[in-house]
């Protein structure tokens, strides 16, 4: 099993940057495949970014202002969020996958594992 912790939400202003961290426990994989998604008040459960060998890929709405950071196959990764927008504001999650990122990136489908989820705030 694998165990999966976020950590560092909380309120920031537009404009303004913050780092989630996700920590990861147990079992251990060669090329796991990693994932953000957030939950938007009142909303579904979107993609955000995710990362792998193969490579990395962010939704559209995050694309240059969300990188993701860390290995993957270390203990911690990192979401950086900078120029924040009020839209941003949701709960956030990673996720983990023992196979690589493949065409199926975006869907929460392809993810095995979660963490609990974190409240991201952004006041306008």
């Known amino acids: 099993q694998v165990q999966l912790a976020e950590s560092g939400g909380g309120l920031a202003q537009a404009g303004g940057s913050l780092r989630i961290s996700c920590a990861t426990s147990g079992r251990t994989f060669a090329y796991p495949a990693m994932g953000w998604f957030r939950r938007p008040p009142g909303k579904q459960r979107e993609f955000v970014a995710a990362r792998g060998r193969s490579g990395e890929f962010y939704a559209d709405s995050v694309k240059g202002r969300f990188s993701i950071e860390g290995v993957n196959t270390e203990n911690t990764i990192y979401l950086q969020m900078n120029r924040l927008k009020a839209e941003d504001t949701a709960v956030y999650f990673c996720?983990?996958?023992?196979?690589?990122?493949?065409?199926?990136?975006?869907?929460?489908?392809?993810?095995?594992?979660w963490g609990q989820g974190i409240q991201v705030t952004v006041s306008s």
């Open positions: 996720a983990a996958d023992r196979w690589d990122v493949d065409a199926n990136y975006a869907s929460p489908r392809k993810y095995d594992y």
